[in-house]
T-cell receptor, first 117, second 115 residues
Framework: GAVVSQHPSWVICKSGTSVKIECRSL??????MFWYRQFPKQSLMLMAT?????????EQGVEKDKFLINHASLTLSTLTVTSAHPEDSSFYIC?????????????FGSGTQLSVL | AQSVSQHNHHVILSEAASLELGCNYS??????LFWYVQYPGQHLQLLLK??????LVKGIKGFEAEFIKSKFSFNLRKPSVQWSDTAEYFC?????????????FGQGTTLQVKP
């Protein structure tokens, strides 16, 4: 089946540094990818919708300048957490939609655990 | 605001017991409904989905869910669980009739099946 590769799986960084997370669709094309964040014991919250070749659409309350999204190709979207702070520590998950699927079919990455010291 | 509520946060069952996980959503219009499962150390996987038609939906591994529009519910059931069903289960809703892929997730239910 279709696979979404997300990497790194976990990252520890110092406060003030930037961290880039990659999300790749391995055997399908994805014009749209989605970025979610999950805090412990809470549900996944949609942060932004990443559109290939255009600007991402951010959900209310998500800082676009802090969470930079780039979707330069049909198989790759990146999320960069800029000037990370401890409150950005969270589990980040991407998902991608196969453009050739008639019905809604999303594939999820394995997630990235970010810890900011 | 639109939301999805899963009533059970942590469920512990013995093998062969029956399972029902509750899911309610708040949205008055057309919805697409999903149940996802995440086995330990693995990706989220689609268990089953409802778009339209028969409100009783059958998914993989013997799971089924029933959409009850009047109750805004989409409960997940399995008549006899196995140890391998130990996982995290998420209910999700895509509000609106267009498939945007934007999902609103419940907070998840951890199912632990004792052998």
């Amino acid at each position: 089946g279709a696979v979404v590769s997300q990497h790194p799986s976990w990252v520890i960084c110092k406060s003030g540094t930037s961290v880039k997370i990659e999300c790749r669709s391995l055997d399908f094309q994805a014009t749209t990818m989605f970025w979610y964040r999950q805090f412990p014991k809470q549900s996944l919250m949609l942060m932004a919708t990443s559109n290939e070749g255009s600007k991402a659409t951010y959900e209310q309350g998500v800082e676009k300048d802090k969470f930079l999204i780039n979707h330069a190709s049909l198989t790759l979207s990146t999320l960069t957490v800029t000037s990370a702070h401890p409150e950005d520590s969270s589990f980040y998950i991407c998902s991608a939609r196969d453009i050739f699927e008639v019905e809604e079919k999303l594939f999820f990455g394995s997630g990235t655990q970010l810890s900011v010291l | 605001a639109q939301s999805v509520s899963q009533h059970n946060h942590h469920v512990i069952l013995s093998e062969a017991a029956s399972l029902e996980l509750g899911c309610n959503y708040s949205y008055g219009g057309t919805v697409n409904l999903f149940w996802y499962v995440q086995y330990p150390g693995q990706h989220l996987q689609l268990l089953l989905k409802y778009f339209s038609g028969d409100p009783l939906v059958k998914g993989i591994k013997g799971f089924e869910a029933e959409f009850i529009k009047s109750k805004f519910s989409f409960n997940l059931r399995k008549p006899s669980v196995q140890w391998s069903d130990t996982a995290e289960y998420f209910c999700a809703v895509n509000p609106g009739s267009s498939n945007t892929g934007k999902l609103i997730f419940g907070q998840g239910t951890t199912l632990q099946v004792k052998p």
